[in-house]
């Protein structure tokens, strides 16, 4: 039964409030009422989190941004925006200027997904994905990391204002033909990075060998000099 229902049946029941048995069930009414009231309020609670609540699709979404969009929000000063991107969410953390802002601690992330670095406890921007390069898909994380990740998702929707979500810019044929070009001028560093060192550990080996049997050839020399010796002294 709802406090009003309540409040309007025993008003009905007592048309003459200056009697002390009307006033009584007055304040019952009114008893009942707040304690309805309150009741209708603890039932209702915070909203409870659940994983589902962070997903791209499911988050209500004010505006999608690109991550060049979202890097243009990277309080740089206090007229700019500050968001950052977690799990797929753009959460807006202005109200954190201190963590994420210019000189703050966290600053690395502001304009940026974040996901990986929070994933990894790890604040070098290298580990974060270029701002032109297609949104991390985060499929390599393990258990550990997905779990730390998931623990700040629930963080940030539980202390800031998702602002939207993190999409992916189109895929003109210029970007795809960049993206490629990337790619392959990343392969081809990683190659000569790994020709490089195999050449360099070929070296060493060369010079070790050879360090080795020059010390060989003076212990047998040295040997060879110390069986003359002796038997000469014979
Ligand atoms: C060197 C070790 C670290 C120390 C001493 C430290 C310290 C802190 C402190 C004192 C807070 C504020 C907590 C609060 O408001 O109750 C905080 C928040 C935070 N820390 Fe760290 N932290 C460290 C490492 C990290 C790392 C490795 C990351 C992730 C890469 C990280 C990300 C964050 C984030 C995202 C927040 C929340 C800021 C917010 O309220 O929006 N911290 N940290």
């Known amino acids: 039964m709802s406090s009003d229902t309540i409040t309007s049946f025993l008003r009905s029941l007592i048309p003459d409030p200056s009697s002390p ?19 209708a309020r603890a039932n209702k609670g915070p909203a409870k989190f659940s994983m589902a609540d962070v997903t791209e699709t499911s988050v209500p979404t004010k505006r999608d941004f690109t991550p060049s969009e979202l890097a243009q929000c990277n309080g740089q000063d206090d007229a700019t925006p500050l968001h950052i991107a977690v799990r797929g969410v753009v ?29 990894l406890g790890a604040f070098d921007t290298s580990i974060l994905t270029d701002v032109d390069d297609p949104i991390d898909t985060l499929e390599d994380l393990d258990k550990a990391e997905n779990e730390a990740l998931d623990e700040w998702a629930t963080f940030f929707k539980g202390k800031y204002v998702p602002v939207g979500r993190l999409v ?60 003359t010796e002796s038997k000469k002294d014979i």
């Open 21 to 39: 048995l009307q006033l009584v069930l007055l304040g019952l009414a009114g008893f009942f009422a707040v304690r309805s009231a309150l009741s």
């Open 91 to 119: 959460y807006d953390v202005s109200t954190a200027r201190g963590f994420y802002g210019p000189g703050g601690p966290y600053a690395n992330f502001a304009g940026r997904d974040a996901s990986r670095g929070l994933a």
């Open 168 to 227: 992916d810019e189109p895929m003109t044929p210029e970007r795809k033909a960049a993206l490629e070009k990337k790619e392959e001028d990343k392969k081809n560093k990683e190659k000569e990075e790994k020709e490089l060192k195999e050449k360099e550990k070929a070296e060493k080996e060369l010079k070790d060998k050879a360090e080795k049997d020059e010390k060989d050839a003076a212990a047998a020399a040295a040997a060879t000099e110390e069986s």
